[in-house]
């Protein structure tokens, strides 16, 4: 069963993986039905998210920072108006220290960064003080830029690598190993066939060290290999989720949260029948 450790308590499930739902609270993201804010919020806590994953950046390939008044401006009323209603973990995607002790003092609960503790070193003593999980996701260039970057020699290896040396700098920084969480980054600077070697071997990322979360919903590889448009990729996200935890993924990052559940059950049936 795989379990958390947060600040304050540990959170366990039942199920191979913890779902984590997306709340986009921006206008720019790339499925427009991802933006929102505590009503999309509230929809996927109804429909059994483990954790809320909120931004109010977006991140897709071709966009841009903005700053962080606004970032803040946008997420913490979010995290506010979810707490009046529910404990659940909250994880915040954000590269900015400014913006995550704001969402902290507001309630939120781990830190999703894009940049792996990179863009904002802050951030790294800042979690450790704070004793929250990070999530540190490998990319290439930054998101205006990254899609004309994706040159590799051997891209499991290089990936690997360099989420195993910003794990070492988070552990350096006093983030304990249980709270770090590795990220390949599908779709941040990286082709088909590179997606596709990375999704099938997430499981074997840092010696398995650390929990991976695997973030695939509805990206362009499933455009690219099943020919549909981003409101037609469920399908093809969903075997790819079932496909990563049977291979050692324990948390999977989704836009479409009762189709998540109802998959991770199917599995916990099948695994528990087998045993």
Do not use: W
């Not at 966009?63 to 506010?80: F, L, Q, T, W």
């Not at 904002?120 to 003593?125: G, Q, V």
């Not at 469920?234 to 291979?247: E, H």
């Amino acid at each position: 069963m795989p379990s958390l450790n947060l600040a304050n308590r540990t959170i366990v499930t039942d199920m191979p993986a913890f779902v984590m739902s997306i709340v986009n609270a921006d206008h720019d993201s790339f499925f427009a039905k991802s933006r929102g804010g505590f009503s999309l919020a509230k929809k996927h806590i109804e429909q059994g998210a483990d954790i809320i994953d909120i931004g109010g950046e977006s991140t897709r390939p071709g966009s841009r920072y903005i700053d962080a008044k606004e970032e803040i401006r946008r997420v913490v009323p979010v995290i506010k108006k979810i707490r009046r209603i529910s404990d659940i973990p909250i994880s915040v995607d954000t590269r900015k220290y400014d913006v995550m002790s704001a969402a902290f003092d507001a309630g939120a609960d781990i830190l999703n960064d894009i940049s792996a503790l990179e863009d904002d070193p802050r951030l790294a003593r800042f979690s450790a003080k704070e004793k929250i999980p990070v999530i540190l996701m490998h990319k290439k260039g930054i998101p205006s830029t990254m899609q004309s970057q994706a040159s590799y020699k051997d891209v499991f290896k290089e990936v690997n690598e360099y989420l195993d040396h910003r794990a070492k700098i988070a552990l350096q920084n006093g983030i304990s190993s249980d709270k770090i969480i590795v990220d390949p980054g599908i779709g941040f600077g990286k082709n088909t066939a590179q997606n596709a070697v990375l999704i099938s071997r997430a499981g074997e990322l840092c010696d398995k060290r650390f929990m991976v979360l695997m973030a695939l919903s509805r990206k362009r590889f499933f455009g690219e290999v099943c020919g549909r448009d981003v409101n037609d990729r469920l399908f093809g996200t969903a075997a790819a989720n079932v496909y990563s935890i049977l291979n050692g993924v324990s948390m999977i990052r989704v836009h479409d949260t009762a189709a998540a559940v109802d998959s991770v059950k199917v599995i916990r049936e099948l695994l528990h029948a087998g045993s």
